[in-house]
C-alpha cells in the first residue's frame, strides 16, 4: 500500500514546448471521465494500452502491475511513474479464489516412493500426537528451500500451482493435515487459512506521456 501512496503523488512535467502540464488535474479529469479512452485519444491526444492483470499472491508482488491490480482503487488514476512517464488507471477488476497453506515437500526424484509415504505418515502422526509441530518438521524435512518460511505457500491464487496439489487444498478446511502425490513428489500439507475471495484481475489503462 505505501508503494501506491507514494506514486500517487501530484506533480508537473514540462513538455517539449517548455509548458508546464499539471498532471494531478489531468488525472483527476481522466478520473471524472464516464470513457476515459475517448478522453486519453481526444483530450490528452496520448498513446495507450489496455492490459489484463492477473495476482497470484496476496502476499508477494512481482511488481507495479500486480501491486496496483490488487491495491489500486477503481477509476483511480496512479502516477507519472519515475522512469517510466505513464499515467495507470484501474478500470475493472474481477474476484478470485485465494487459499493459504504450508507444505512439506518430499522429492521422489531423490527418495523411493514407498519411503516418502512411510515417511510423510510418520509426520503426520507426530504432528498430531503433539511431539512436535509442522513448522520444525518443515525445518527439518521440506526439500524444496520452503523450510526457511517453515512451509508457508503464502495467499495462492486458483489457477497458479500443480493441479493435484491445489485441489486437495480446495477440498479441505485451516486446520487439517494430508499428504497429497504430486508429478514431483510427495507433499504433506497443512491449512492455514480458509479459501476467500479476493481481487485476482484487474484491467488497467496505461497512459504513455
Request: charged share 25%; glycine share 8%.
Amino acid at each position: 500500500m505505501k508503494l501506491i501512496a507514494a506514486l500517487s503523488f501530484c506533480c508537473f512535467f514540462t513538455s517539449a514546448h517548455g509548458q508546464n502540464t499539471d498532471w494531478g488535474k489531468v488525472k483527476a479529469d481522466l478520473e471524472k471521465s464516464d470513457n476515459p479512452v475517448a478522453f486519453v485519444k481526444t483530450k490528452l491526444k496520448k498513446k495507450y494500452k489496455i492490459d489484463t492483470v492477473v495476482v497470484t499472491r496476496l502476499n508477494r508482488f512481482m511488481g507495479l502491475a500486480d501491486s496496483l491490480a490488487y491495491h489500486g482503487k477503481i477509476r483511480k488514476v496512479y502516477g507519472p511513474f519515475p522512469g517510466e512517464n505513464i499515467l495507470v488507471q484501474v478500470m475493472q477488476k474481477a474476484p478470485n479464489t485465494f487459499y493459504r497453506a504450508s507444505q512439506i515437500f518430499i522429492d521422489t526424484h531423490a527418495i523411493r516412493r514407498n519411503v516418502a509415504s512411510n515417511l510423510a505418515d510418520t509426520i503426520i502422526k507426530r504432528i498430531k500426537r503433539g511431539e512436535t509441530t509442522f513448522d520444525d518438521m518443515a525445518r527439518i524435512y521440506s526439500m524444496d528451500g520452503s523450510g526457511q518460511v517453515k512451509g508457508d505457500m503464502g495467499w495462492c491464487a486458483r489457477g497458479t500451482i500443480i493441479p493435484s496439489l491445489e485441489n486437495a487444498i480446495l477440498k479441505r478446511k485451516k486446520g487439517e493435515i494430508f499428504k497429497v502425490w504430486s508429478p514431483y513428489g510427495m507433499h504433506v500439507v497443512k491449512i492455514t487459512e480458509n479459501a476467500k475471495q479476493d481481487a485476482g484481475f484487474a484491467l488497467l489503462l496505461r497512459v504513455i506521456l
